[in-house]
């Protein structure tokens, strides 16, 4: 059974946004590995200050094969667990045979699957600026607050937008909803790893609709593929109160289904 376990982050966060995750995960005796999207290294509270123009340079195909030469370097093939766009980027991943088992978490706008009006009207304040592919695109703390975290206590979201919100690139929107994104996903993969899908029910910018089409799609893959909708949970289902249960849920399922290392290099 694979000990390693590498987290990918989605945007308007870092790999600071993990930081629970790890210790959790770590405590139960794995090595964990949460690498940053290039030009997203740093932190939080510094980025915002000063935004890293390099980000301009950084879309899903780019991101996604970032990954993956940090994965093919690993001792052994790990578990990949992803979030929003992270969790597309895993999908990704996996249709390139890595990772011994997947899981994407509320994850974004995915190659070949609609995008529901929540979904779009969360994209807005970024799309609806035709010259913002080519910048690094800031979230405000009202639209963190009312949408991305809208299951995160009031009292809480000025702590938590500080602590882990970060400038993301207008590259990964633009790319990722009208350009393809890092390309097709086959659906009916022989060489997928097993995957659960995790999605929140009271998500505004990735609804859960879109993550059971999702899961409606990867279901045709060879091997096992499986679904997880917490009603009560938003987008910032990772960190709101209550993460341990999905944490702890995601770990118990990839260790239950997991494939054999073997498999993975094969793949």
Known sequence: MSKTIVLVHGAWLNSKSWELWKARFEAKGYTVIAPDWPGDEGD?????????????????????DHYETLIRALPEAPILMGH????????HL???GL?????????????????????????LP??????????????????????FANGLPRDQVDAHFERYIVPTAGKVYWDGVTSGGAGTIDWESAIRA???????????????????????KQKHAA?????????????????????????????????????AGDAAKAA
């Open 94 to 96: 996996a249709d390139r």
């Open 194 to 216: 097993p995957m659960l899908l995790i999605g929140g029910g009271k998500d505004l910018i990735a609804p859960s609709s879109m993550t059971e089409s999702i899961f409606k």
């Open 126 to 147: 970024v799309l609806s600026d035709p010259f913002s592919g080519a910048k690094v695109v800031s979230m405000s703390k009202e639209f963190f607050g009312s949408r």
């Open 84 to 91: 929003s766009a992270g969790g597309v980027f895993v999908q």
């Open 99 to 123: 990772g011994v088992a997947a899981i994407a978490i509320d994850p974004a706008p995915t190659p070949g699957v609609g995008i529901p009006l929540d979904g779009l009207l969360s994209a």
């Open 223 to 259: 091997s096992l593929t499986e679904l997880k909708i917490y009603e009560d949970r938003s987008h910032y289902i990772c960190a709101e109160p209550g993460w341990e249960e999905v944490a702890d849920f995601a770990l118990a399922w990839a260790e239950k289904n997991q494939r």
């Open 44 to 64: 939080p509270v510094e980025l915002k200050a000063h935004p890293n123009k390099a980000l301009t340079h950084f879309g899903p195909k780019e991101i996604v």
